[in-house]
């Protein structure tokens, strides 16, 4: 099956700062999501976003399909950022599957 | 209405018990997904219903039994469970389980089985 993997692990952030998460995955994929995992434990998609660019305020992402690999920048963090980061894909003979990486685990001190 | 509601939001039962979790959606999916996560892992497949049609079952034990009344309705029946089936049980949907759609999740429900 399909391989997705996340880096970095972990990031911890002074509030303000911008930061940049990578996810690389092992096939081509037809579906490419961003979650936020908080720490209740609900999946809020940020993205779907299977190439190009997309932006929401202070959030923005980047899939370069061809070259397999995806970017997820977030700028001015706020310690309501913190939680867990989830690359999420779909390959195309992955039917209704969605495959996830490790996740990035994110922490904005104050 | 752009949301998939799960209830309960916490539950304990017992080895010996049965209960259900429950999720709706009123998007006009026709796919819908039952997803486990460990503490500090992400979130793994379990069962895909496409059109109210079991599509896909990973291999999942049998004390976890699915059922999709309608399109708008998911329930999972527990039964017997063991301590190690303590997890958060996700469900999603999505407009299509061969489309290329984003999925949209729920809250979850955490459960601790004693």
């Known amino acids: 099956g399909i391989q997705v993997e996340q880096s970095p692990p972990d990031l911890i952030l002074q509030e303000g700062a911008n930061s940049t998460l990578r996810c690389n995955f092992s096939d081509s994929v037809n579906n490419l999501q961003w979650f936020h995992q908080n720490p209740w434990g609900q999946l809020i998609n940020l993205f779907y976003?299977?190439?190009g660019t997309k932006q929401n305020g202070r959030l923005s992402a980047t899939t370069v399909a061809t070259e397999r690999y995806s970017l997820l920048y977030i700028s001015s963090s706020q310690t309501t950022d913190s939680g867990v980061y989830f690359c999420?894909?779909?390959?195309?003979?992955?039917?209704?599957?969605?495959?996830f990486g490790q996740g990035t685990i994110l922490t904005v001190h104050p | 209405d752009t949301e998939v509601t799960q209830t309960p939001k916490h539950l304990v039962m017992g080895m010996t018990n049965k209960k259900s979790l429950k999720c709706e959606q009123h998007m006009g999916h026709r796919a819908m997904y039952w997803y486990k996560q460990k503490a500090k892992k992400p979130p793994e497949l379990m069962f895909v219903?496409?059109?109210?049609?079991?599509?896909i079952n990973e291999s999942v034990p049998s004390r976890f039994s699915p059922e999709c009344p309608n399109s708008s309705l998911l329930n999972l029946h527990l039964h017997a469970l063991q301590p190690e089936d303590s997890a958060l049980y996700l469900c999603a949907s999505s407009h299509g389980a061969a489309a290329n759609y984003g999925y949209t999740f729920g809250s979850g429900t955490r459960l601790t089985v004693v």
């Open positions: 999420a894909v779909r390959g195309g003979t992955s039917y209704g599957k969605l495959t």
């Open positions: 219903y496409s059109y109210e049609k079991l599509s």
């Open positions: 976003i299977p190439s």
